[in-house]
C-alpha cells in the first residue's frame, strides 16, 4: 500500500484558528498575504500591505500562519461590547451631534484638491467644530488676502501651505505674515496628491519630476494617466482615513483645527 498516496491534508491534523480581525495569514499555496478586515458568507476578506483585498473560501487547511497549515473559521459569537464610532481622522465621533453654526474663523488651503481632501479626512471634525474650510487660488497674495480678512480673537485664521519647505518661494511669502491671530502651517510635498501615501495607488513611490517640468502633468505622464483630473480622481477615492496619507500632513492640519478652535 502506497502510505503516500491520496490527500495527505484529510489526514493530517490541521489545527483550527479562529479569524480575528487583523489576524495576519497566507493562503494555502503563499501568493497572497494579509490581514483578516472582514468576512463574506463562507469566506474571509484578507487586505495585504499595499490595499488590495482579496476573499478566500473557509476550506479546511487552507491557509498558513507563521508557516504552519492551519484551517480558518469565524469567530465565534460573544458579548457585544459597545464600541466607540471614530471619524475618518482617528476622532472619536459624536452620534447625532448637528453641525454647529460656522465660525467667523477660517482654515484656508491653497486649491480645491486641497479642500477635497481636508474634507475627506476630517469634514465631521469640521463641521462640529463649525470650522469652514476655503479654498485660495495659491500663496502668492496671502498677505493681502489676510489684511482683508482681518483676522482677530474671535476670527482666528489657519492657513494650510504646499511645499512649505526652508528657502521655498511660499516659505517666503509666509514670513511676512506676521499677524499673532494667524497661524501658518504647511507640509513639504510640491503638491497635495503627494501627501497620500504611494501605496493607496499600487505604486511604490511619488514619480520625481524634474524641475521647470508642471509636477502633476509630469506625475500623469509617468504612470500613463491621459488627464490630470482623471488621476486626481483616483487619489482621492483612495484615501479612507488618516492612515492613507502621510504624518506631515496630519500634523499641519490638526494645528490648524486646535489654532482656529482655541477659546
Not at 474663523?105 to 470650522?131: F, M, S
Amino acid at each position: 500500500m502506497d502510505v503516500l498516496a491520496g490527500d495527505w491534508r484529510r489526514r493530517r491534523e490541521v489545527p483550527t484558528v479562529e479569524a480575528e480581525l487583523d489576524l495576519v495569514v497566507e493562503d494555502a499555496t503563499g501568493d497572497f498575504c494579509g490581514a483578516v478586515v472582514g468576512y463574506e458568507a463562507d469566506g474571509v476578506v484578507l487586505e495585504d500591505r499595499r490595499g488590495r483585498r482579496r476573499v478566500f473560501p473557509l476550506l479546511p487547511a487552507a491557509f498558513l500562519l507563521d508557516g504552519a497549515v492551519v484551517t480558518l473559521v469565524r469567530p465565534a459569537p460573544g458579548p457585544v461590547a459597545p464600541q466607540r464610532k471614530r471619524t475618518a481622522s482617528g476622532s472619536v465621533a459624536v452620534p447625532g451631534a448637528p453641525a454647529r453654526v460656522a465660525r467667523a474663523g477660517r482654515i484656508w488651503v491653497e486649491g480645491i484638491h486641497d479642500a477635497a481632501l481636508v474634507e475627506r479626512i476630517w469634514g465631521d471634525d469640521l463641521r462640529v467644530e463649525g470650522v469652514v474650510v476655503e479654498p485660495l487660488d495659491g500663496v502668492d497674495d496671502l498677505p493681502e488676502a489676510v489684511r482683508a480678512f482681518d483676522p482677530g480673537p474671535g476670527a482666528r485664521l489657519g492657513v494650510l501651505v504646499d511645499h512649505l519647505v526652508p528657502g521655498s518661494k511660499e516659505s517666503r511669502i509666509v514670513a511676512s505674515v506676521t499677524n499673532p491671530h494667524v497661524l501658518v502651517t504647511g507640509h513639504p510635498y510640491v503638491d497635495i496628491w503627494q501627501a497620500v501615501k504611494p501605496a493607496r495607488l499600487g505604486i511604490a513611490a511619488w514619480p520625481v519630476i524634474p524641475r521647470g517640468q508642471p509636477w502633476k502633468e509630469g506625475v500623469c505622464a509617468a504612470l500613463g494617466v491621459a488627464e490630470p483630473y482623471e488621476l486626481w480622481r483616483r487619489i482621492l477615492t483612495s484615501v479612507r482615513d488618516f492612515r492613507d496619507v502621510e504624518a506631515p500632513l496630519l500634523g499641519a492640519v490638526e494645528h490648524l483645527i486646535d489654532f482656529v478652535t482655541e477659546g
